[in-house]
């Protein structure tokens, strides 16, 4: 668990923007939220569509959602959005955003001017080749494939993070974390973790974790580590399991550690 100085107020301890959604994929955002919350950071402000705010409404009284001018991310949203994350620690762009052109030029507008802390996730890694200096890419082995040409071994995964200049926390049945200087495996986890939606939580999780003061490296790790042990306990237990389940065993499973 993270330590907390007692005189700390609220907010101090980590706040967290997620920006998803679009017309298709609700789910996405929310369940990265949810990581966020979990890991203990303060403040969560969910950026989404207005078509799914009462989703979102229903899985956290503590989420303090805006919305985008239309049901997908659009420039219309970028100056809003840059404005807030003066006030934010970390960023989480990526979850559920989907594949519209307009969507496409956000994105990179976005990435393009952020100062703050990011993790890039989803389709959002297929936006740019600019990045805020510090920031986590969070592909999985095929988005990988596609995003440098190169198969997603240990030595590839940081030939490319540190030729970009990033943390890259590459998701498979042993995920590879990699930054200019470190690299490490994380073996735990299950086949189970394939259910959509796992990906979406751990991202929100290392924004959080981040946003509380951990490094890029180390929250990809731990993070990586923390969900995979939740996945272990819940195959004692149950044949399968929903992304949500990830999330809410977050905080037990931070008290073990």
Not at 59 to 77: G, P, Q, V
Request: aromatic share 6%; net charge neutral.
């Amino acid at each position: 668990m993270l330590e907390r100085k007692k005189d700390s107020h609220k907010g101090d301890n980590g706040k967290v923007m997620v920006i998803g959604g679009s017309e298709m994929f609700y789910g996405a955002p929310i369940l990265s939220a949810l990581g966020a919350e979990y890991s203990g950071a303060d403040l969560v402000f969910p950026f989404l569509p207005p078509m799914h705010a009462d989703a979102a409404k229903t899985y956290s009284l503590n989420f303090i959602i805006h919305t985008f001018a239309e049901n997908h991310l659009t420039m219309k949203d970028a100056k809003g959005i840059l404005n807030f994350s003066k006030k934010a620690d970390s960023v989480v762009i990526g979850p559920g955003l989907g594949t519209n052109p307009k969507t496409k030029q956000a994105v990179k507008a976005l990435l393009t001017h952020l100062q703050i802390p990011t993790v890039v996730d989803a389709s959002a890694l297929m936006y740019s080749n600019t990045f805020p200096k510090q920031t986590v890419l969070t592909p999985h082995r095929g988005e990988f494939k596609e995003l440098t040409g190169d198969d997603p071994t240990p030595k590839n995964v940081q030939k490319w993070a540190k030729s970009m200049k990033v943390t890259i926390v590459c998701k498979a049945p042993e995920d590879i974390i990699a930054d200019n200087d470190e690299l490490a495996i994380n073996k735990t986890g299950n086949a189970m973790m394939t259910v959509g939606g796992s990906g979406d939580v751990l991202s929100g999780l290392i924004g959080g974790l981040i946003a509380q003061g951990m490094k890029p490296f180390d929250a990809g790790r731990y993070g990586t580590e923390i969900l995979g042990e939740i996945a272990e306990d819940l195959a004692s237990a149950q044949s399968n399991l929903r992304a949500v389940q990830l999330a809410e065993g977050i905080t037990t499973m931070m008290t073990k550690e």
